[in-house]
């Protein structure tokens, strides 16, 4: 059954809503494990969360925009 079937949500609005949702979720996560690592006195990886961090939260910027574009 397609999404929009069960949801009232056209297929395309709810996986970018998905999307959004799951790398701004994730970015957010990201804080607990950035403090872990500095905790730990591992830069190294401290500075890895903080990449996919940010390359999370830009992707959910990007599905936010793609988004909006496409609603009515």
């Known amino acids: 059954m ?3 079937e069960v949801t009232g949500t056209r297929d395309e609005h709810y996986d ?7 790398a701004m979720h994730g970015a957010w996560n990201y804080d607990r494990y950035i403090r872990d690592a500095e905790e730990n006195g591992d ?3 401290a500075d890895f969360f903080r990449q996919i ?6 992707r ?5 925009q793609l988004l909006a574009k496409r609603l009515p």
């Open 16 to 22: 970018l809503i998905s999307v959004a949702y799951h």
């Open 43 to 45: 830069d190294e990886l």
């Open 60 to 64: 959910g910027e990007r599905a936010k």
């Open 53 to 58: 961090k940010e390359e999370d939260a830009q």
């Open 2 to 4: 397609a999404n929009e």
